[in-house]
């Protein structure tokens, strides 16, 4: 799939089959974080890929906007180091890892932002830093109507060399 396919069709996911991911799969999305762009190249943040059924129950527990993620095969904790660029960075890192996931027909969603304190624990990381997502990954178990987003027309968000000017449509 090339990149603006992917782009364009990826939908959240927040149902999985129970189906185990590959691998190599694993390998190329948690690779996709940690070859993305850093400012200053500080890469403030940490990776913790779970696949351990009894840790992601456990996390579906803990993360009250994410109880889907109990039944994922797969999720990836994103622990960041409290420097300025670390949420830009760590977002960044996510997408990538979202991207590479859907290219290879396996959904995601992005869980948290705050509020997974809880959960911090049951992963060990450290009091210096903060938990900032967990991404749960799986097959969907439905078709996913690829690209189906609604969105606001292109020239009310765009805009050409100044804001009062609609980019065309």
Do not use: C
């Given at each position: 799939?090339?990149?603006?396919?992917?782009?364009?069709?990826?939908?959240?996911?927040?149902?999985?089959?129970?189906?185990?991911?590959?691998?190599?799969?694993?390998?190329?999305?948690?690779?996709?974080?940690w070859?993305?762009?850093?400012?200053?190249?500080?890469?403030?943040?940490?990776?913790?890929?779970?696949?351990?059924?009894?840790?992601?129950?456990?996390?579906?527990e803990l993360a009250r906007s994410g109880p889907y993620i109990a039944d994922a095969p797969l999720a990836i904790a994103v622990a960041i180091e409290p420097t300025l660029y670390a949420v830009s960075d760590a977002s960044r890192a996510i997408q990538s890892m979202m991207l590479t996931a859907w290219a290879e027909g396996i959904g995601s969603n992005w869980v948290g932002f705050h509020g997974l304190?809880?959960?911090?624990?049951?992963?060990?990381?450290?009091?210096?830093?903060?938990?900032?997502?967990?991404?749960?990954?799986?097959?969907p178990t439905q078709t996913v109507g690829k690209g189906n987003k609604q969105r606001k027309p292109l020239p009310s968000i765009a805009h050409r060399e100044r804001f009062d000017q609609p980019y065309p449509g």
């Open positions: 799939m090339k990149t603006f396919e992917a782009i364009q069709t990826m939908l959240a996911v927040r149902t999985y089959a129970d189906r185990t991911i590959p691998a190599d799969a694993v390998r190329r999305i948690i690779e996709a974080a070859l993305t762009g850093s400012s200053m190249n500080l890469q403030p943040w940490h990776f913790i890929v779970v696949e351990d059924r009894d840790t992601l129950r456990k996390l579906g304190d809880a959960a911090k624990p049951v992963l060990a990381i450290p009091d210096g830093l903060d938990l900032f997502a967990i991404i749960p990954f799986g097959y």
